[in-house]
């Protein structure tokens, strides 16, 4: 699987942004998928994830920070996973990577096989 991202970009805080994942592959749809985000002299961490159950059935996770602000998603017919982010605040300010698995079903960098190349967000104060 080959992953890229994009939408990344300069905000206001309070504004949004949708970044997108685009992904190969004609086995996406039973993927596990994940954002994650480096902020700058920090380790790259787990923001959101979405996880395939069976069938058409999917559940979303997120890590405590962006609860109620943040919603992935994901659209099998275009091979896309999406995170939008919306309320963003400055500590948001991060690149942010999108991850694919078949297996794991986690929150742990080092666990996702695949990567795309990260796209930046900027939230100004």
């Known amino acids: 699987v080959q992953l890229q991202a994009f939408g990344g970009g300069l905000v206001q805080a309070g504004g949004f942004l949708r970044l997108s994942c685009a992904a190969s592959g004609r086995t996406f749809n039973s993927y596990h998928m994940g954002w994650f985000r480096q902020a700058p002299g920090k380790e790259r961490e787990f923001v959101a994830g979405?996880?395939?159950?069976?069938?058409?059935?999917?559940?979303?996770y997120y890590v405590d920070s962006v609860k109620g602000r943040f919603t992935i998603s994901r659209d099998n017919a275009k091979n896309t996973v999406y995170l939008q982010m919306n309320s963003l605040k400055p500590e948001d300010t991060a690149v942010y990577y999108c991850?694919?698995?078949?297996?794991?079903?986690?929150?742990?960098?080092?666990?996702?096989?695949?990567w795309g190349q990260g796209t930046l967000v900027t939230v100004s104060s």
């Open positions: 991850a694919a698995d078949r297996s794991y079903r986690g929150t742990a960098v080092k666990e996702y096989e695949y």
């Open positions: 979405i996880n395939w159950i069976g069938g058409n059935e999917y559940y979303a």
